[in-house]
């Protein structure tokens, strides 16, 4: 994986330590879960979106009323 060994991980892990501090650490952990979940949805819908608001008549549904 891009030559990187088990020590350069772990020096990898602590300096992200170190810049963000522990406290933020699952904060980080939580959005990149997030954006890595959106992506993965985003990927399998559909390239069209519907943005009809839901309870509101189309104007082909009027014409047919």
């Known amino acids: ?7 350069e ?3 990898i892990l602590v300096l992200v330590l170190v810049i ?3 406290k933020r650490l699952p904060e ?3 959005g990149l879960g997030r954006a ?5 949805q985003a ?3 559909p390239d069209e979106i519907d943005v009809t608001p839901k ?3 189309t104007d082909d549904e009027k014409k047919d009323a």
Do not use: C, D, P, V
């Not at 994986?1 to 020590?7: R, S, W």
């Not at 890595?36 to 993965?40: D, E, K, L, T, V």
């Open 1 to 7: 994986m891009f030559g990187i060994g088990m020590q």
């Open 9 to 11: 991980l772990l020096i």
């Open 20 to 22: 963000f501090g522990a």
């Open 28 to 30: 980080i952990g939580g």
């Open 36 to 40: 890595i979940r959106n992506f993965r």
């Open 43 to 45: 990927s399998s819908e």
């Open 55 to 57: 309870g509101r008549k």
